[in-house]
């Protein structure tokens, strides 16, 4: 069977959670795309040192490997800044659209979080979801995450991410029309992801 599960939404809105979760609940294998474009800005910034080619960033984008992504650095604040540049770049996304799209087609089921996945990677998705928070709820979830930073700091980085992967000329971050959109400001975790799996179930064959 061939079930896509597509979840996008602006940073730390909980698209992680509720994708793991969803696919543990079905069963459906699971990939964090935003983990690709962490892993390529963090390779080319440490080669640039500091600074980030966009001709080698692509070229890094297409020798990426299942290792690396399993780098904790790719957690980092500075790991989310420089992702969201390199995923700026048309070249980069052009790199790792093949594997994504193959991932979301694959046998078994699929569930892709990100930016663009219900627009751009997988337009055909049987289930899509748009994830949001206030900007102050994802900020104080994201602290909570990273155990380092200040309120302020953390907050005017999600905003200036939001911004960029917004207003970007490829594959911006923007909603799917046919996409639920799923708002976990006041949602507990439990709560959030009881709704998107009860959603996803009501889209598979014969599903109530
Ligand atoms: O976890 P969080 O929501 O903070 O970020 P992420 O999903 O790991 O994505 C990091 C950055 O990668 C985003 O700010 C986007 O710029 C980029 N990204 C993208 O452009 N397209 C995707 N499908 C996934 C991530």
Request: overall charge neutral; some cysteine.
């Amino acid at each position: 069977m061939k079930f896509t599960v597509a979840i996008d939404g602006p940073a730390a809105a909980g698209k992680g959670t509720i994708a793991r979760a969803v696919a543990a609940s079905l069963g459906f294998a699971h990939l964090d795309t935003g983990l690709l474009y962490r892993a390529v800005a963090v390779q080319a910034l440490d080669d640039g040192r500091g600074v980030i080619d966009p001709h080698w960033a692509a070229e890094l984008a297409r020798r990426l490997t299942p290792e690396d992504l399993e780098r904790p650095s790719l957690r980092s604040a500075r790991a989310a800044q420089a992702a969201s540049k390199v995923a700026a770049l048309p070249e980069v996304r052009a790199a790792l659209l093949d594997f994504q799209k193959r991932f979301a087609r694959r046998e078994g089921g699929a569930v892709l979080d990100g930016r663009d996945i219900g627009t751009v990677i997988c337009p055909e998705a049987e289930a899509k979801l748009f994830v949001t928070a206030s900007d102050e709820i994802r900020a104080g979830r994201r602290l909570a995450e990273l155990g380092t930073g200040t309120f302020e700091g953390t907050l005017a980085d999600l905003q200036a991410r939001d911004a960029r992967d917004a207003a970007r000329d490829v594959a911006p971050m923007v909603a799917a029309k046919d996409a639920l959109l799923l708002d976990t400001s006041d949602l507990s975790i439990d709560a959030a992801v009881a709704e998107a799996v009860a959603y996803v179930k009501c889209r598979l064959p014969g599903g109530a």
